[in-house]
């Protein structure tokens, strides 16, 4: 009782302090720039922080370190990919897009694709704005399957009781505050997250690295290996590509890009991208070690049993901490959580309100009008993602697949070549975003052979194969096109 009562006490302070970060930034949310990108206004330490922490989500806390407490250092492939598509993301495309950002006077990234090829018939912004919705609705489901199963485990509340309350605590500062809300808050809650990572395995490692090293040799010698799965199968090139494709993805993620746009100078970015790196590789580190630790608590102590790794993380809080310190670590959880749902609903509303409410319903719409919109958008959208989350079984790294894959193959080309190649055009660039997102689709109704390989690959290879060879077959992109791409890099040395 009195475990529950501290560990509840200490999530009651943590969300009052994310409320009152919601709350301050609300007063400083004036119009619908504020509300969707923080009158790009973000330092450094926030805009790397922030996009770290909404990337990484619930799996990272419950996710990967539920696959490394399966698959062992298999999970390094996986993990390895995502810190060399941070690092490639940053570098590649943060400061080109900030710029093309402000050449074009662009908020969304729908809205950016569409004046950046100069779209009259709106195709592209509505399309766009339609997988962001479709996709998002999944990524947001993920958080809120974590949020179910983090209370369900700490307060052993019913599964659906507990995706409620998850999702009540999300929605409540997103709605007000806005871009600012979600950026500082998810700067508080990224440097919980990777604290929390590194805190936990090293308090429960029995001995150093050398005896963990034993230990999982004793359980199974196939858990630290890089070629073999646990049943000493060669791991095939199809389940490496898979692994390591998903940092790919992170070229076509609108909740990551959102932060580039909104950095206050170009030359922030810089250093931002190092803070990035750094903390990838630091909180990636800690989950694959918390799963490897994890696994040797469970079978060491010989009573307890795991029938979820996604909770393995929980458990050793539970049962290694004072119950004052696991509530902050727990804390930790609904950070990671928050820091995606919150971006995720608000990337959502901004499509629902900027690209389809203002663009299709109402082109004279206030910047009032939109933000109000954006609002209930933000309730809508969780509604509907809640209703998905409501599946107690539910994977939150299976979820996040889903919708990571279809964001990198939609987005990732096209905006990657809309950003180096002013040859692209209007046509190709819709062609690419039709072909990568409905790839996603139809991929993963397949089976067996090369259609196990995880979708984001093929997506990305059609997607980019389609938008080079329809740019080459429809004509050269328009004058006025050309003029504003050559604006963009005048632009660029400038900011640089």
Request: with cysteine; proline share 3%; aromatic share 12%.
């Amino acid at each position: 009782m009195e475990n529950s009562f501290a560990i509840t006490t200490t999530f009651i302070i943590y969300l009052i302090m994310m409320l009152a970060i919601g709350v301050f930034a609300y007063q400083r949310t004036k119009n619908s720039a504020d509300y969707f990108l923080g009158g790009r206004s973000l330092g450094p330490w926030p805009a790397a922080l922030s996009a770290g922490a909404s990337d990484m989500s619930g799996w990272l806390l419950l996710g990967l370190p539920g696959y490394a407490y399966a698959a062992g250092i298999e999970a390094f492939w996986l993990a390895g990919g995502l810190l060399l598509g941070t690092w490639a993301n940053w570098l590649i495309t943060a400061k080109r897009l900030r710029t093309y950002s402000i050449t074009t006077d662009s908020l969304t990234l729908p809205e950016f694709l569409s004046r950046r090829f100069n779209d009259k018939s709106k195709l592209i912004q509505t399309i766009s704005a339609f997988f962001i919705l479709l996709f998002f609705l999944f990524y947001t489901s993920s958080g809120l399957v974590a949020g179910g199963k983090l209370f369900e485990t700490v307060f052993g509340l019913d599964y659906t009781t507990a995706v409620i309350i998850g999702t009540i605590c999300v929605v409540s500062y997103t709605l007000f505050g806005g871009f600012l809300a979600v950026s500082w808050t998810d700067l508080v809650q990224g440097l919980l997250m990777s604290a929390a990572l590194l805190i936990v395995p090293i308090t429960a490692m029995n001995g150093g690295f050398s005896q963990l090293d034993s230990d999982l040799s004793d359980i199974n010698p196939q858990l630290l290996t890089l070629w073999n799965d646990v049943k000493g199968q060669p791991l095939s090139i199809i389940a490496i590509l898979s692994l390591v494709g998903w940092g790919f993805g992170y070229f076509g993620q609108p909740h990551i890009l959102a932060r580039f746009k909104a950095a206050r100078s170009n030359k922030d970015l810089t250093t931002a991208r190092w803070i990035a790196v750094i903390w990838t590789a630091l909180s990636m580190c800690g989950a694959m070690l918390v799963g490897l630790v994890g696994l040797v608590y469970v079978t060491n102590s010989g009573t307890m049993q795991l029938d979820d790794g996604e909770k393995i993380f929980m458990l050793l809080v539970n049962a290694i901490f004072h119950p004052v310190i696991a509530g902050i670590l727990l804390a930790a959880i609904l950070a990671a959580i928050m820091s995606t749902a919150d971006s995720q609903l608000l990337v959502s509303s901004s499509a629902l309100a900027e690209d389809f409410y203002k663009q299709v319903f109402k082109q004279e719409a206030s910047s009032e009008d939109v933000v109000r919109v954006g609002r209930l958008a933000v309730i809508l959208i969780s509604i509907v993602a809640l209703i998905l989350a409501m599946t107690p079984d539910s994977s939150v790294l299976g979820l996040v697949s889903y919708a990571w894959a279809g964001f990198g193959a939609a987005f990732g080309p096209v905006l990657v070549l809309s950003l180096y190649w002013s040859r692209m055009n209007r046509n190709g660039a819709l062609a690419g975003i039709l072909v990568g997102g409905l790839t996603i689709v139809i991929w993963k109704q397949l089976a067996g052979g090369w259609f196990d390989v995880y979708e984001i690959l093929p997506g990305i290879i059609f997607s980019t194969a389609a938008i080079v060879l329809v740019s080459f077959l429809t004509g050269e992109p328009e004058e006025t096109v050309k003029a504003q791409h050559v604006s963009f890099k005048k632009q660029l040395v400038e900011l640089n």
